[in-house]
């Protein structure tokens, strides 16, 4: 049975990429910063639950030691992410300290991760993903830091993809999802009308088991079959 790591999973995306991946036979190694959420999302799918959160290097490493007590991971999925200010502000007027902490755990926390985990990784021919965004490439007013953070560890993914051949590494963009995160985006709109995260989790699935090449990966662009 192979393992996966992911990051952010009490909830949203990341649950539901853990609940795909324990229905197609992967053991897990989850974790979320609250403590109560992550065990109620882990111990149905009898996941490794580890507590934490991912901008502390000796939860980083305490994630990385549970998966090789299973074994060794096989795939690592970086989702967990700060949106920052809600409403978003703009570039002009964005708080710098804030910022910094959008960049620690959007961008430095899963480059952390990935530098822990590589060893394993490349002998079993393993997989990254990071998630990330539209706004890593498009200009919407009022996404400067997440955007900017997202288009950091885009940039950061496709050079990993060049150093590291013998690894996947995916920058998966999810589309946009009825996630808290999204409503925190959008917070005096009605986003009823978005998709819930189970929704991408048969191209997720397709996207692994496929294995195409290092790159950036739309779901919406991976046809499933009926």
């Known amino acids: 049975m192979p393992v996966a790591i992911i990051t952010g999973a009490s909830r949203g995306l990341g649950l539901a990429i853990a609940t795909g991946l324990t229905e197609a036979g992967w053991r897990l190694v989850v974790d979320g910063r609250d403590t109560g959420a992550l065990a109620d999302a882990a111990t149905p799918l009898g996941a490794r639950a580890v507590p934490g959160d991912v901008t502390d290097p000796a939860h980083r490493a305490a994630l990385v030691a549970a998966?090789?007590?299973?074994?060794?991971?096989?795939?690592?999925?970086?989702?967990?992410g700060i949106l920052g200010p809600s409403p978003q502000p703009r570039l002009g007027d964005y708080p710098l300290d804030v910022l910094r902490s959008v960049y620690e755990v959007n961008v430095v926390a899963p480059l952390g991760l990935i530098q822990l985990a590589l060893p394993g990784l490349r002998s079993r021919g393993g997989a990254i993903v990071n998630v990330t965004s539209d706004a890593a490439v498009e200009g919407y007013e009022g996404w400067g830091g997440y955007g900017s953070a997202k288009a950091a560890i885009e940039q950061a993914s496709n050079v990993l993809a060049a150093e590291e051949p013998a690894v996947r590494v995916w920058r998966v963009d999810p589309g946009d999802l009825r996630t808290r995160m999204h409503q925190e985006a959008f917070p005096d709109e009605d986003i009823s009308d978005r998709p819930l995260p189970e929704t991408v989790v048969p191209a997720f699935l397709r996207l692994v088991s496929s294995r195409p090449e290092s790159g950036r990966v739309r779901l919406a662009d991976l046809s499933v079959p009926a």
Request: aromatic share 0%; charged share 20%.
């Open 67 to 80: 998966a090789d007590e299973l074994g060794g991971a096989d795939l690592l999925v970086n989702n967990a």
